[in-house]
């Protein structure tokens, strides 16, 4: 069975752009977390979705946002990027809400 | 107090040792606890979980839960090089407002020294 992919795996961006990152999901998981991962803060939680429904945000800014889609693939956006948004971004897929979770590779961002 | 704590290491064990790996959690209701395991640069890669009191064995790991005084630990026995990485203890939220979350501690550096 694949495992969660994410794309892009690197990303360079400049302050005040956008960027959209994408995580598909173990075949059969309905429910799909991302994650930030910095060297000062670890790993914290950003959202949650499960059968294309927000159901958990973690606490981050409005310019944090993602969605999910009928195929439980998920998306992430993020808007005015600022240089504290470098980062590792970790999604995670799960059979349903509160079981295990496996994590994709992650998609490694660099503001200027 | 953090929610998920992990002593950040590093810890470092001759090969072929047994590695012990602590992390204590102040939510008294979780119920679900994970270890996962990752190299650097490369994503976290889930190495066990345990759900009840007392312990799991899965090849050279064991994992242990004593939700009375809150902590559970990973132990490696006959510790490899390769063993070498970061280990985080993870916890799911109990709130029924924080289902898909876990919350994760800082995470313990292992190093084995052949």
């Known amino acids: 069975k694949a495992g969660v992919t994410q794309t892009p795996r690197y990303l360079i961006k400049t302050r005040g752009q956008q960027v959209t990152l994408s995580c598909s999901p173990i075949s059969g998981h309905r429910s799909v977390s991302w994650y930030q991962q910095t060297p000062g803060q670890g790993l914290q939680f950003l959202f949650e979705y499960f059968s294309e429904t927000q159901r958990n945000k973690g606490n981050f800014p409005g310019r944090f946002s993602g969605r999910q889609f009928s195929n439980s693939r998920s998306e992430m956006n993020v808007s005015t990027l600022e240089l504290g948004d470098s980062a590792l971004y970790l999604c995670?897929?799960?059979?349903?809400?509160?079981?295990?979770?496996?994590f994709g590779p992650g998609t490694r961002l660099t503001v200027l | 107090q953090k929610e998920v704590e992990q002593n950040s290491g590093p810890l470092s064990v001759p090969e072929g040792a047994i590695a012990s790996l602590n992390c204590t959690y102040s939510?008294?209701?979780?119920?679900?606890f994970f270890w996962y395991r990752q190299y650097s640069g490369k994503s976290p890669e889930l190495i066990m979980s345990?759900?009840?009191?007392g312990d799991k064995e899965d090849g050279r790991f064991t994992a242990q839960l004593n939700k009375a005084s809150q902590y559970v630990s990973l132990l490696i026995r006959d510790s490899q090089p390769s063993d070498s990485a970061t280990y985080l203890c993870a916890v799911n939220g109990v709130d029924p407002s924080n289902t898909g979350k876990l919350i994760f501690g800082q995470g313990t550096t292992l190093q084995v020294k052949p």
């Open positions: 345990i759900y009840s009191n």
């Open positions: 939510d008294r209701g979780s119920q679900s």
């Open positions: 995670a897929s799960s059979l349903d809400i509160n079981n295990e979770q496996f």
